[in-house]
């Protein structure tokens, strides 16, 4: 008998691919969902099928239908994208193609790739490391892509270059420039480098400059005690979790609040209504203006599917800034890059 857990993985998942939220800041291709199939209740489910699925389950029996496969955005998808550049904040807004069309741009890009760069400017305090050249040339670039409307940049660096070091000192110096108004610079990496990272900075620092750093693992920690630490580190796994524990929490409060609390019950009979701590999605860090300062995506081209998890994952986070690490920004083909290019849209 199919269990009710693969009826809200399936929620979950047309959740993902269908519905568009603004207030998450979770962005997804056009053409917008159906309002006749998703028009009830704050996350727009499709509550006569909930109901069918309690009444099954009541009855010990479930029909199931074939799920049909959710089809791969065509290589234009990101024209038909909700996605937009604010500029200035409160200025006007581009369409993401139209932006990458303007002078505004093609400025941006000149200044990102020009070579005549003084690199030696910008001094790293209490580094043990030498910077190689190239280095130093991508902290400083990292920073002037911080003030362009992207408010972001994908370091494409080969393998062994010391894009991480690169990233995290440029990260710390955004950090440094807009404290007390940011939070703590976040990493989000595979699990098998998340003590690769935290070497990084124990190495290449000293001890009396050392960022303060720790590795969030569990969700039992406050978003209070995790703003006092400068970089945090967290895998993907874990990032996803998270954001499935949010997910799931709203489909239960959404079928709650457009139907009632029973048929709530009876289509999650294993959900415990119970409040978790979220450290990574709480409303404490724009309440206490303390929103991730940086987001540095280790392996960016992990998430380059926009109907990924990890993708909904990383875009549901609260960060102002974004570095993307990635030894292979085009990774089959050219067109992957436009899904990573989105996390650096000054939508945050």
Known sequence: MASIDNELKDLIQGYISEVKDNSEKIHYRSPLPDSAKFGIGRFLLDMPRLQEIAEEQANGKIKRQPVPKIPKPPWKWLEGSQQHVNFDGDGPSLHIVEYLSSTEWVKHRVLITRNDIDADRIEFTGLRTDLKSWQKIAVVKLLEACNSPLEGAILGDDTGLGKSLSALLAALAKRKEMFPYAGPVLVVCRAGCVIQWLEEIYTHFDKAHRPRVLIVDTPDVSPRYLVTYDVLICSNGF????????????????????????VAKRCFPKYIHKRKPQPLHSGLYRYLNQQFSVLILDEAHDARNPDSLLYAAVQSLDYLHAFLLTATPLYNSWNDIGGSCLFCLGLH
Do not use: H, M, T, W
């Open 239 to 262: 990032l996803k979790r998270r954001y499935s524990e949010v997910l799931q929490a709203e489909l239960f409060s959404s079928v709650a609040y457009g139907v009632n609390i029973d």
